[in-house]
């Protein structure tokens, strides 16, 4: 069964630090999506992405965040100057146009920020 | 303020009984609904979905909508302990955003 996958599992870098978080959504799929969640807390949206463009995001979704398809697989979150506060884990998911709602997700990256 | 609201539990049911999960929501435009199952330490997985009010079922599952009172269940019938796990309440809101309560642990005793 397709699945969604993410790398890395685990990412540890220093405050200031640009990382680059990758999945590889579900081959069929055309709608995409970042969420993350804060240890002990709930799952929150990031972004939505489709055709090539963002389609919503979230409050949380600021400038220091942007999403790119670099070629007809990956799917990115870049986060240009981590916080401490940006330690958690973070999702993929992905849909299919015709249930595009309901979304698969990755196993997750586990960002830590030291 | 959108909220997806979400008793925490625990909850705790014998193996083969009726588990049920509830959910509110505060944005009335809210169209699509879903439930995630989140085992410790693992992403969520998709149950089901509901757009329309009543019930929808799935093998041992069944959802339920009422929109005008905001709110939406899931029933788990003849629980197993594989059933042991957080059930995550997802709500798509008008602006195509979507909004996920704190979760349900249900625990399933053998």
């Known amino acids: 069964e397709p699945e969604v996958t993410q790398t890395p599992s685990h990412q540890v870098t220093q405050m200031g630090q640009e990382v680059i978080l990758r999945c590889v959504p579900i081959s069929n799929h055309l709608y995409f999506y970042w969420y993350r969640q804060i240890l002990g807390q709930k799952v929150e949206f990031l972004v939505s992405?489709?055709?090539?463009?963002?389609?919503?995001k979230s409050e949380i979704f600021d400038d220091q965040f942007s999403v790119e398809r670099p070629d007809g697989s990956n799917f990115t979150l870049k986060i240009r100057s981590t916080k401490l506060e940006d330690s958690a884990m973070y999702f993929c998911?992905?849909?299919?146009?015709?249930?595009?709602?309901?979304?698969?997700f990755g196993p997750g990256t586990r960002l830590t920020v030291t | 303020q959108k909220e997806v609201e979400q008793n925490s539990g625990p909850l705790s049911v014998p193996e083969g009984a009726i588990a049920s999960l509830n959910c509110t929501y505060s944005d009335r435009g809210s169209q699509s609904f879903f439930w995630y199952r989140q085992y410790s330490g693992k992403s969520p997985e998709l149950i089901m979905s509901?757009?329309?009010?009543g019930d929808k079922e799935d093998g041992r599952f069944t959802a339920q909508l009422n929109k005008a009172s905001q709110y939406v269940s899931l029933l788990i019938r003849d629980s197993q302990p594989s059933d042991s796990a957080t059930y995550l309440c997802?709500?798509?809101?008008?602006?195509?955003?979507?909004?996920f309560g704190t979760g349900t642990s249900l625990t399933v005793i053998p």
């Open positions: 997802a709500v798509m809101g008008p602006g195509n955003q979507f909004y």
């Open positions: 509901i757009y329309s009010n």
């Open positions: 992405f489709y055709n090539n463009e963002i389609s919503e």
């Open positions: 998911a992905s849909s299919p146009t015709r249930t595009r709602y309901e979304q698969y």
